[in-house]
């Protein structure tokens, strides 16, 4: 079945940088787009950014927009974001989400048919 398994979450201080990692299986993890997806404590899912099968195409949030990069090896089967400039506003859970298709379609950011269980990454000095 499939798997998506995030890791990599902590504690960081404001203007710190995090990686994160997600770890897919049961699925051929080169053949679909993946996004990251965020909740805060109290609030909805926000989008994050995402990318295509190949690499080749990412989108991002305007709120991340130049602070995060999205990545992939589809030859380990990893998802990546590397979070700099953290900020406060920053702290949520970040799920690891498979979309249905290969390519980024835009609108369609929360159309995923499977989502990990989230790490939890905290911004606070």
């Known amino acids: 079945q499939v798997q998506l398994v995030e890791s990599g979450g902590g504690l960081v201080q404001p203007g710190g940088s995090l990686r994160l990692s997600c770890a897919a299986s049961g699925f051929t993890f080169s053949n679909y787009a993946m996004s990251w997806v965020r909740q805060a404590p109290g609030k909805g899912l926000e989008w994050v950014s995402g990318?295509?099968?190949?690499?080749?195409?990412?989108s991002y949030a305007d709120s991340v927009k130049g602070r995060f990069t999205i990545s992939r090896d589809n030859a380990k089967n990893t998802l990546y974001p590397q979070m700099n400039s953290l900020k406060p506003d920053d702290t949520a859970v970040y799920i690891c989400a498979k979309h249905p298709r290969a390519t980024l379609v835009p609108g369609k950011e929360y159309d995923n048919d499977y989502r990990g269980q989230g790490t939890q990454v905290t911004v606070s000095s």
């Open positions: 990318i295509s099968r190949g690499g080749t195409s990412t």
